[in-house]
């Protein structure tokens, strides 16, 4: 059977919500930390990071916005192929909240890489934050340009997405607090039955 790597905290969970919510015969492997840098592993994402599609022939993609748009476009129906204008933003979406947001993270997850000393490490992560914090409001408004549900109006993989940048906001000093559409957007996929589903495989729970 297919299988999608995943890993506790990460990325990856948007993956598997978007499996949760197709129904799609995928299985998930939910490593424990540091199994993404094992050799074992490597062998398939040699990358080292998750998520990563293995087929059933051997073949692996990588790159989440990748990995959803095979999603969609296997699992996802007729609904899905129709809808052309929300495949084209949802593709959009992705594409910015993982170049842009998720690697806009990079200095707070790993500041060691972008500078030498403690105290230039912390700039660098409060330009991050002061970064991010624009990022979050972009989300926050684009959100409420919608009826404020779903980010393009109508349910798409960009929420998946969304959920997981609006969870690692309390590793930063910004506060959901401050974006109420957001902080909405969090507790309504919380009380996703899929979305549970999906956490639990990743052996994660629901922030509230
Ligand atoms: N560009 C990749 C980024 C994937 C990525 O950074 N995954 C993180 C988890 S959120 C990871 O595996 N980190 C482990 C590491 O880099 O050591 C994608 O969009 O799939």
Not at 18 to 40: M, R
Request: some cysteine; proline content about 3%.
């Amino acid at each position: 059977m297919t299988t999608l790597y995943t890993m506790p905290g990460t990325c990856s969970l948007a993956c598997n919500i978007a499996v949760a919510w197709l129904d799609a015969p995928v299985e998930i492997h939910n490593l424990a930390y540091g199994d993404h840098q094992k050799d074992e592993y490597l062998a398939i994402n040699p990358k080292g990071q998750v998520p990563a599609l293995k087929f059933d022939d051997g073949n692996v993609l990588t790159e989440l916005a990748a990995i959803m748009a095979w999603l969609g476009a296997e699992h996802g129906g007729e609904g899905y192929a129709r809808d052309k204008k929300l495949g084209y933003r949802e593709a959009e979406a992705l594409a910015y909240m993982t170049s842009e947001i998720h690697a806009a993270y990079g200095p707070h997850f790993a500041a060691k890489r972008f500078a030498e000393s403690e105290s230039a490490q912390e700039e660098v992560k409060q330009a991050t934050y002061r970064t991010l914090g624009d990022h979050y409001q972009r989300l926050e408004d684009n959100l409420s340009s919608t009826d404020g549900e779903f980010y393009l109006g109508k349910r798409s993989f960009a929420d998946a997405f969304l959920y997981v940048l609006t969870r690692w906001i309390d590793q930063t000093p910004l506060a959901i607090d401050d974006y109420p559409n957001l902080k909405a957007h969090r507790a309504r996929m919380e009380r996703d039955d899929d979305v549970r589903k999906a956490l639990k495989r990743q052996d994660m729970e629901a922030v509230g």
